[in-house]
């Protein structure tokens, strides 16, 4: 009966539209009172949402026809294609358009570029045991290698490790995101890639460890990642602070929401369920031995050289090197002779032009590690072009993760450019006008060009002209490589990577560089590019001379500590300076205002304060004593505060480079200082991933009860919505950490004891669709919003 009325319905809409178009000019109205372009855009979207739909399911019934199809030949199937030359010989056997070689051959294409095209290699795809390990090694043949570090990666013994912990839901590495307020993770989805994607094998690089080189012969097992499905700020889509990744489970880990108007870091720490032996197969220990003497005679080369052992210099002068005598005029100007061994590990190799992924401490020198063969590089480039360019060429771009960074590092390359006419240095960060950055890009050009990633890749969307002027380009750095290379950040440097002549030479720098941040380097770096490790094997990253120590003491409780151990610290150092870092912004806030009401000198950064405020305070702080700066992530990575003589953690880091990093906030030039971890009983687990490093338990001070009052007293006289931003953020931080945010009632006890530990009498209600989000909707003690 419907169908029948609804045909008679139909049939009237038809013969009335039929009719009127006979008449001319077609319906005035359509049904719902829409009119004709109404109408016709309506069905337009209907037809493209359909096939949007339908592109979805095609493209996951293949991914799921993948999967499926490794799965079986990682459990038993393998025999069956056991034959990879077999498999070769039959292309599009059963994975319907395309047959993994050709995917993988696709996959190449896109990343085809100099040095990218390794990543990728017909045979990628389950390994049969033996076979493809010992095609690895002949393939290597060239190579001088002390250690195969090919075993350092998944591919190992039975060569389908990596791939088989994959298949089966492995894990492979804890996974950190932590995004500061205001990051670009805004609800963007990072889409998983192909089962292939990032598989690299059979490479070769050159591994330098202060003295040895060593080649690299590949260690690349494969991943499959997602980025955190992850909402956060709204108001600064720019700001690239604290933006973070991470290789991630196969599943999605954890949940993950936004927080309206709060802040929001999300970490995800994944614990591994494969053994660390089974993902990173132990070295040959020939191989470590020839490692290890090399190391030894270069150490006492550095001995030799009347350096002390722990010191950062190499005791070699900068008059000894090929730079341009204009340079070392500058850097003589500023009291600079000797290099630090990262410089002189580095500079032959930069200058001669070859690509290098570079791990050295924090605070040795690493800018300057790369801003030398940068001005050398312009200075080449310049002297052989015939000067006819209307607006000069952007020779060297520098990429970092933050806006203070990038303006720090531009400030030393002015200093190092001092007696040089017409060579400059401009950046491109967040939180400026855009159409300012063209005005200035045009009338001050620049050759050396320091950007944070996503303002460089708004210019390169805009079809602004710096695209053109970037295909000259001849340097390409990325400092703090191990984060711009992570989940976080990765695509955004992949599309700038896009715009780049392959043509280049390449450089990445860092103090921490995880396997997985090696295998993905060769994104950006040539086949053949050296390994260039100041630390060396076996030795911590993080100083002798820096005293670390960990307080484990109640969550609630940090907020009386922080002020004592800080007023401590403060009576026993004439001339203090003191970074208190906190997991995300508005607990920033919260204890900035804390310490503020405490009459303590004090100041805050982070990514919910204006650029014009951060730029003020940074610099403050950089020629300041006497004072205290909280802040989130965003000074974690290479901001070099001098004389910082204490840095807290409150509550713990994002993982255990953040870690790293911050504590490399104090102790920079080869100094002293003092390093505090403090963390709740429950977030003990942390640990685990420092264990390695020389940290000190302390105990608890015991803390009088007039001072209690005092900071009870101070707390009471911040202002709720403070505290109520901060509770959202603490809950938003810790539900994304693996470890805490998959029991969601034991978090929301957390949270309480947080929310009445700042003085709230009630924990403030979540929005319904933010509570739906994080998992939280119908949990005691999480109040939702009506
Ligand atoms: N050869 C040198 N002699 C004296 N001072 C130096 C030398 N090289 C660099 N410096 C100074 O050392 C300080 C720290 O350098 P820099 O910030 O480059 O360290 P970094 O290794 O990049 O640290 P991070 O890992 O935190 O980014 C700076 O003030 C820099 O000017």
Known sequence: MYSTILRERSGSIWSRLILSRNMGGGPRTF???????QWKRMHEKKAREKENKLLDQEKQLYEARIRSEIRAKMLGGGNRDSNENTAAKKPNQSHGPLSPQEHIKSLADRFMKAGAEDLWNEDDGPVVKGSRLNRVGNGGSRSSSVIDVRRLGSVGGDGRRGFSSMSRGGRFKRNESSCDEGDEFDGRKFDTLSPFSPGFAGKKEKVKSVSNVVRNKGLFGRRKFRKNDSSTEEEDSEEEDGKMGGWMDVRRTGSSASLGNHDFRLTKRVQRNVSEEELYPPLDINDVREDLSKRKSVENVVEESGEPRDSIYSG?????????????????????????????????????????????????????????????????ATESSNGVHRVPPILVLILCPTREL????????????????????????????????????QSEPCQILIATPGRLLDHIENKSNITSRLMALKLFVVDEADLLLDLGFRRDVEKIIDCLPRQRQSLLFSATIPKEVRRVSQLVLKRDHSYIDTIGLGCVETHDKVKQSCLIAPHESHFHLVPHLLKEHINNTADYKIIVFCSTGMVTSLMYNLLREMKLNVREIHARKAQLHRTRVSDEF??????????????????????????????????????????????????????????????????????????????????????????????????????????????????????????????AELANRFCYSIGLEKPPALFRKTAVKMGLKGISGIPIRK
Request: proline share 4%.
């Open 316 to 380: 070699r002068r900068f008059d000894e090197s090929s730079i341009s005598p204009l340079t070392l005029k500058a850097l003589s100007a500023s009291g600079i002779v000797k290099m630090t061994r990262v410089q002189d590990a580095t500079l032959s190799e930069c200058l001669d032009g070859q690509d290098a992924l570079v791990k050295a401490k924090t605070g040795t020198g690493k800018s300057m590690a790369f801003l030398l063969p940068a001005i050398e590089t312009v200075l080449k």
């Open 31 to 37: 049904p719902g009172g829409l009119n004709k372009w």
């Open 406 to 441: 990038a303006s720090q590092i531009a400030a030393e390359g002015k200093a190092l450019l001092k007696y040089h006419d017409g060579i400059d240095v401009q950046t491109l960060i967040g939180g400026t006008r855009f159409k300012r950055d063209q005005q200035r890009l």
């Open 622 to 747: 950089k020629e300041s004593k006497r004072l205290i700066l909280v802040t989130s992530d965003v000074s974690a990575r290479g901001m070099n505060y001098p004389d910082v003589t204490l840095v807290i953690q409150v509550g713990i880091p994002s993982d255990r480079e953040q870690y790293i990093h911050r504590l490399g906030r104090t102790g920079r030039e080869g100094k002293g200082g003092k390093g505090l971890l403090l963390i709740a009983p429950w977030e003990r687990y942390f640990l685990d991933e420092l264990k390695d490093l020389p940290i000190e338990p302390i105990q608890v001070p015991d803390l009088d009860s007039r001072f209690k009052l005092e900071v009870d007293e101070s707390m009471g006289k911040i202002d709720t919505s403070i505290k109520e931003a901060a509770y959202h953020a603490w809950l938003g931080y810790y539900n994304s950490v693996r470890e805490t945010g998959r029991d969601k009632t034991t978090l």
